[in-house]
């Protein structure tokens, strides 16, 4: 499952040249000029709009979505300590695993 907002955006056609991944700042993929809906209210009321749609190609690796469990973690916690442990961790793994 992507995660809108972290590994997969969809703004407005051309608003982007390009964009990256907020979990590993890979550049993304990019599909232009998409037409459907770009959220769970949108889609089960059948509604969609013109959008571009962006997505991290490494979304579905096993390291990303460890990476992305970790940096959504780091964003919750309110200790800068422990907010530096996981960022160094974040950076290792997409060091290590992002080959």
């Not at 969809?10 to 890979?26: A, M």
């Not at 209210?41 to 979304?59: Q, R, V, Y």
């Not at 990476?67 to 290590?96: F, P």
């Amino acid at each position: 499952m992507l995660h809108v907002g972290y590994e997969v955006f969809h703004p407005k056609p051309g608003q982007f040249e390009t964009l990256s991944c907020r979990v590993c700042n890979t550049e993304m993929d990019v599909r232009r000029d998409c037409y459907g809906p770009t959220g769970f209210a949108e889609a089960m009321s059948g509604g969609g709009h013109l959008h571009d749609s962006f997505t991290c190609p490494h979304a579905e690796k096993d390291w990303h979505v460890k990476v992305l469990r970790i940096y959504m973690e780091a964003e919750k916690t309110n200790s800068d300590t422990l907010r530096g442990i996981l960022e160094k961790d974040i950076a290792d793994t997409i060091k290590t695993e992002n080959k």
